[in-house]
């Protein structure tokens, strides 16, 4: 099973400890970026009467999200236990297709990019991929 | 056909028009090598690629990131039928070099995350849109000829 070593979990503290001074930034426009570049996405907030990227709903749920992120950094050394309650919500509530957990985590990659060019090394992205895919990964583990 | 906005083309064409090529090229291969190091299944003559220092240092990759760039330049010049110019590079990476197409996908997105980068703030959801939309039709062309 593919987990984190030591050494990229320090990785994906450090940086995520850079990032957290603009992570509401991140959030809201990683989010903004899902609905216009995947415009499937959309489908997920059809109850919301403002679906525009910068609108305040929108902004509103990519600070959401990011905060639900700096919960799995915290903990990193059992997802799958930590996010149990987001895990449940995902499955029995939400029901997002776990296709989108890949997609969004494209669009806050591509966002740290922006951002954080130089500190988005090769080395980091890795480290972020796995996080995110594990984060993901924990999320859908109560789907079946 | 693809149907390409004004501002598709329009932003597709200044993306490539501004790109340095010595620069984004060795940066995408070597990022690619790296998040995804199962892709150095192709590159066993390039020599040393132990480590991300290494891929990062690595001439081969350098040269090759060039090509693999430029490559991109014809399908930059003929928006209105990528099928048609990449059907023999398909048939090339499918016959002779055995590439995976999912690896077209995994190169595109390093791609996007390098330009990203480069460009910043300029780097807008509608310029990511147009650029990933670019992409699959590359990625889409590229994988046609395999069978």
Redesign the interface.
Known sequence: KMSLSAKEKVIVKDFFAKVSSRSDEVGAEAL??LI??YPQTKSYFAHWKDLS?NGAPVRKHGITIMGGLYEAVSKIDDLAGGLLTLSELHAFVLRVDPVNFKILS?CI???L???F?EE????I??AV?KFLALVALALSEKYR | MVEWTDFERATIQSIFSKMDYDDVGPAVLSRCLVVYPWTQRYFGNFGNLYNAAAIQGNPMVAAHGKTVLHGLDRAVKNMDDIKATYEELSVLHSEKLHVDPDNFRLLADCLTIVVAARMGVDFTADVQGAFQKFLAVVVSSLGRQYH
């Not at chain 1, 988005?120 to 080395?123: I, L, S, Y």
């Open positions: 903004a970026r216009v570049v990227p494209h990659m591509v966002v990019s922006m951002l060019a988005f090394t090769p080395q992205h890795v991929d």
